[in-house]
């Protein structure tokens, strides 16, 4: 049920729309449509108006509703497999600045979150904002000891205006599901449930200071790449203080320039920070926009903003990179079976079919010199593909689409000459070797080791248990003489005691291979014992799926 103050703010968004133009956004839909005569009243369509595209009309309506719609429309330009490619670029170039707040009533968040005066934490506060954004905005100060500081302080009453808008666009989003025709395929409630998790995750400042320390952590003494400092003492909920940087911004390529700043060396740096976020560490920064990366001197970015990050399944990692070298192979055979395969599509779907669809929108890519080849185009064009053989998209696989996007206009925008391709393939086969060689497998074996060990001991009982059961059953029917109708009757005991017994020696070789040799057992005899578990293991499992 709607309440008075949402039907206000219901109508002043259709009011915002139709003052754009974008009454056909308002009367297309099923409710509205028998209203459509309406149109005709309304004095603007009188008289021809030079009304600028649809996608532009659509993003000054986002400006004028105000910093949350704005945010959500940025957020909503990332899904490109459900928007048009001018409406999404359109969107992408909405700007989250808005006017900031008394820098006075900053002071006195600051100094309630900490409990204690600003002047007892800093000699140094400046009043007026660095910068403000819909969010939140940034104060530079000093600490005692003389460090250069920012402070980033929520705005006041930002999570009741949060909680309205939402309200007010699960609303809309549950009205255009029931009567607006593309509804059912743009799937809005899905959309703006999305937006909800990252609004909310961006409110909680020390979730942003946590992210930033991983990734400082991962990048530490890097060459390439500068996270500042979180100071935790005086880190809240609603408050941030972190190092302060300096650089030039990475959009100033003249400055760049003047400085001696390699272009080819940064473009192709960006690009390998990208994939050793993604594949190496597995958290990557996915909000890099120009706007939140520098560059110093020496050519090392700085990086700062890290409200929005992403992570991958180890699945989705590696099908990732195998989707991306399968399609600059053009094996589109492959990438649709690994789709099927990572469960992306449901595994019912047809794969000559699927890979008939992906060779449709992917040839034509490759009538492109290599180095224009965009892996971020392709990621598009794919799930776009595969949205139509009902794939759902995954948050985390929409945050890489955005971010990869971004760093490939940013690299191309710095050196337009910038091979992807040759800068990153390298890396994914490297990558995917390590996975799957023996160095892969034997890193997964110790990562697992430790929770296998703790079981490990209690295995031999439970077999020596399992088996002892087993006998004594086979006692018992052989008395009866009725032994070979018992075990025709408990195929399922037998194989399960087999494949229990199987799992006890491959773990007990395991085991036996990353201790080696000890005081009991030389090299030779660990070799021998480990051969033996895992030959009787596999024979034991062998016998086991034979017989199920």
Known sequence: MIGPRQALRLFWINWILLRHGLDEVVLATHLFRPLRWIKHLLPWHWVERDLPAYPVRVRRALEDLGP??????????????????????????????????????????????????????????????????????????????????????????????????????????????????????????????????????????????????????????????????????????????????????????????????????????????????????????????????????????????????????????RYLAENLLAFFERDYRRVAELHVESGWVPHGTRVDEFESAIRTVSEPIFEKPLAEISFGHFLVRLFQTARRFNMEIQPQLVLLEKTLLNIEGLGRQLYPELDLWTTAKPYMERWMKDQIGIKGLFDRTKRNLYSVADQAPELPLIAYRMLMAYDKHMRTADLQGNAGALERQTPGAVNSVRALAGATLTICGTLLLLFGPGQWLDESAVTALVIGCYLAGTLLFFRAARRA
Not at 154 to 166: A, C, M, N, V, W
Not at 261 to 274: H, T, Y
Not at 278 to 287: E, P, S
């Open 68 to 317: 949350i719609f704005v945010k959500f429309g940025q957020i909503l330009s990332t899904r490109r497999d459900l928007l048009p490619d001018d409406l999404a670029v359109e969107l992408a170039k909405l700007q989250d600045r808005v006017p900031p707040f008394d820098g006075n009533e900053a002071r006195l968040l600051i100094e309630k979150a900490w409990g204690r005066s600003v002047d007892e934490v800093l000699d140094e506060f400046d009043a007026t904002p660095l910068a403000s954004a819909s969010i939140a905005q940034v104060h530079t100060g000093r600490l005692k000891d003389g460090t250069e500081v920012v402070v980033k302080v929520l705005r006041p009453g930002i999570e009741r205006t949060i909680r309205q808008d939402l309200g007010l666009m699960y609303t809309v989003a549950q009205l255009a599901e029931h009567y607006w025709k593309e509804g059912r395929r743009l799937r809005p409630i899905e959309v703006v449930r999305e937006y909800e998790k990252t609004i909310y995750d961006e409110l909680d400042l020390q979730r942003e200071a946590a992210n930033a320390s991983q990734i400082r952590r991962n990048w530490q003494n890097s060459e390439m790449l500068y996270i500042p400092e979180v100071y935790w003492d005086w880190t809240r909920s609603n408050v941030m203080v972190m190092e302060r940087v300096y650089g030039t911004p990475v959009s100033d390529v003249e400055t760049l320039k003047a400085q001696g700043v390699s272009m080819k060396q940064l473009g192709e740096r960006g690009v390998e920070i990208f994939f050793t976020q993604v594949f190496r560490d597995n958290f990557f920064h996915a909000d890099m926009h120009p706007g939140n990366i520098f560059v110093e001197p020496s050519g090392r970015y700085i990086s700062i903003d890290f409200g929005i990050v992403g992570t991958l399944t180890t699945e989705d990692q």
